[in-house]
């Protein structure tokens, strides 16, 4: 990175974190964006409308253990409008930039109950947000037969909103399998990450 260019980053980088500490940026219930990953850890310990299968006997301290391992595993869960999914964090220099919210999946069997779950998502962010600003064609069954393994394809997706967050709905392929996912996420930290990505590029 030039240092020009590097300097206008870290400053970018100051001032936000400065913004967030007088007015966080909600991403999810209690959850921040910027959050580190213990924060996040003990907020989802202590929400209880986060599914953590910890187990009815272990220990506070085990509980809190489990739930480390858990989310850092993808592996605690939510209910957005009747769609069961699992919550993914991602983190930028233990600081929280993503949410995916990954809804229930089919086996290029069943793509209107998989359309029905990612109808739900759609249902939910609109009510939030508004009607989407990019709507994409009808999804087909030959459509997702023919996506690249570990890629998405957004169907429906909301602009970043004065918080500075937007929202994508889509699926997601993975090995004989897809599933509809919800992504929340904090827009300029994803915009740093492509422009440092860009950046290591040019070496």
Request: glycine share 6%; with cysteine; net charge negative.
């Amino acid at each position: 990175m030039k240092p020009i260019r590097r300097l206008a980053v870290l400053l970018a980088a100051s001032l936000v974190s400065a913004a967030l500490a007088e007015a966080p940026i909600r991403a999810y219930r209690d959850i921040n964006f910027g959050d580190s990953a213990e924060v996040v850890v003990q907020k989802v310990f202590e929400d209880p409308s986060i599914a953590v299968p910890t187990g009815s006997y272990a220990t506070d301290s085990r509980k809190l253990e489990l739930t480390r391992q858990l989310v850092n595993m993808g592996a605690v869960f939510v209910n957005i409008g009747g769609t069961r999914c699992n919550l993914e964090f991602e983190f930028n220099d233990d600081k929280l930039y993503r949410i995916r919210f990954n809804g229930e999946g089919g086996n290029f069997i069943a793509l209107e109950l998989d359309t029905w779950y990612r109808d739900n998502l759609v249902e939910v962010i609109t009510r939030a947000h508004g009607q989407p600003t990019a709507v994409a064609a009808p999804i087909t069954l030959s459509d997702l037969r023919q996506m690249r393994e570990d890629s998405v394809v957004w169907t429906h997706e909301w602009r970043t909103n004065s918080e500075g967050v937007a929202y994508k709905i889509g699926f997601v392929k993975t090995t004989n399998r897809y599933y509809s996912t919800l992504w929340v996420e904090w827009s300029w930290m994803v915009d740093y990450i492509d422009s440092s990505q860009d950046d290591a590029e040019d070496f």
